[in-house]
């Protein structure tokens, strides 16, 4: 029954990240007169994220087999990396944090590095123009940069 305890662990494991996205988007604050802020993405996020772990936890799949190492080891690179850029994206500023995490997670699906710097500076720069530009929500500059 590996596979069951496998599925309580990740629907644990998820209901807690769910948790805490919602907990620290609380800390995102909006802009003057702006009804909807950049927190509000999370806890939408997190919501069917809960729901979905509370899933796992109460009703496990019938997937009897445990992952691999390989797969283990990256499942656990990519949450680390998504934790790290839930911690690191206020300090840092949107551009560069984004930046870093895109390349990492898209080098941990298997591409080379050309490619992960491409395509990380393309979908970064794609979404800061979609929050800041197109939706209207700020995002974290640099430090010291303050356009």
């Not at 599925?7 to 996205?21: P, T, W």
């Not at 809960?50 to 390989?70: F, H, T, V």
């Not at 870093?100 to 970064?124: C, Q």
């Amino acid at each position: 029954m590996p596979g069951v305890v496998g599925d309580r662990i990740a629907g644990a494991l998820l209901l807690v990240l769910a948790l805490v996205a919602w907990w620290l988007s609380h800390d995102l604050e909006s802009g003057f007169m702006q009804p909807v802020g950049p927190g509000e993405y999370p806890r939408l996020i997190s919501l069917p994220l809960a729901a979905l772990s509370l899933l796992l936890i109460l009703r496990p799949g019938l997937n009897q087999r445990w992952p691999g190492r390989a797969t283990l080891v990256r499942q656990a690179l990519t949450l680390l990396v998504l934790g790290s850029y839930a911690g690191l994206v206020k300090p840092l500023g949107f551009l560069p944090a984004s930046l870093v995490a895109v390349v990492l997670l898209v080098r941990l699906f298997g591409a080379a590095w050309k490619p992960s710097l491409i395509s990380g500076g393309v979908l970064t720069l794609a979404l800061y123009a979609l929050f800041e530009f197109a939706l209207g929500i700020p995002l974290p500059n640099m430090p010291g940069l303050d356009w």
